[in-house]
């Protein structure tokens, strides 16, 4: 069995700033998020056109902003001019989208810890995995504990390893598909991050097992949580940071 290396990281991650009460992905999601007393938050960084590190889930962009069409198709100066937070409600009209850099000076300032999803445009994986690893590793440069980078996609993570190998990495898992283990050790990650409903005690034992952490998402409800915390996992992901008080 592989010993398990201290790990920095609270349980308690704050899902895309506050979850679902501010609009994700923006300044104001993240500052709410702390106002609830989280210290560790997840975003999701994609590339655009120009090579721009920016916050945001969707490949498109008319979920959550007054853009239309591919978020990665345009330039940064495009992007930086859409409302990402009219769509949520009125009170975040005007919010803008962030870079990473804005998400880390605040994170840095304020003593906050990162999980940075690397959430691709279709067809540029292995780019948007070198770009992010990059940036993470110049914004987090001689910070006592880096970013988290992670990813559903093996070739991002592949593209952060192949660059900045002392990041810590995380494979992302909606399934335990064939192989799953084997490619995160290849990966040298340190975590499998799990839909929550893929965790049982043998699960829990064969990543422990490879010294990797085991953590979920995104977990809002309180039965969810207690099942994970009694499977002895590392981290919980959530949307509920009016729920879950993150010092628990």
Same mark, same amino acid.
Not at 198 to 217: F, N, P, Q
């Given at each position: ?9 609270? %349980?308690?991650?704050?899902?895309? &700033?506050? *979850?679902?009460?501010? +609009?994700?992905?923006? #300044? !104001?999601?993240?500052?709410? @998020? ?28 008319? %979920?959550?902003?007054?853009?239309? &069409?591919? *978020?990665?198709?345009? +330039?940064?100066?495009? #992007? !930086?001019?859409?409302?990402? @937070? ?36 279709? *067809? ?125």
């Amino acid at each position: 069995m592989a010993e398990l290396n201290p790990w920095p990281y609270p %349980r308690w991650v704050a899902h895309r &700033g506050a *979850g679902k009460l501010a +609009p994700e992905n923006t #300044l !104001a999601a993240f500052r709410l @998020g702390a106002s609830h007393g989280y210290r560790m938050f997840e975003c999701d960084a994609k590339l655009s056109a120009d090579g721009v590190v920016f916050l945001m889930h969707d490949a498109t962009l008319d %979920r959550t902003t007054s853009g239309h &069409g591919t *978020g990665g198709a345009q +330039p940064w100066s495009a #992007l !930086a001019q859409l409302d990402a @937070g009219g769509w949520h409600s009125r009170a975040y009209a005007g919010e803008p989208l962030p870079t990473l850099e804005n998400l880390a000076r605040f994170c840095r300032a304020n003593g906050h810890l990162l999980n940075i999803e690397i959430k691709p445009t279709p *067809g540029t994986e292995r780019e948007t995995g070198e770009v992010v690893a990059r940036e993470a590793a110049r914004l987090w440069k001689g910070a006592a504990v880096p970013p988290l980078l992670t990813s559903f996609q093996v070739e991002s993570l592949k593209g952060a390893q192949a660059v900045q190998p002392g990041l810590p990495r995380g494979l992302l898992l909606d399934k335990l598909w064939d192989g799953w283990l084997e490619a995160a050790r290849q990966l040298g990650c340190v975590a499998i991050v799990c839909n929550h409903a893929l965790w049982d005690a043998t699960v829990v034992a064969l990543v422990h097992e490879a010294g990797m952490r085991a953590l979920s998402y995104t977990v809002n409800d309180d039965w969810a949580a207690q099942r994970l915390i009694e499977l002895g996992t590392d981290g919980i992901i959530t949307d509920r940071v009016d729920l879950f008080p993150p010092a628990a």
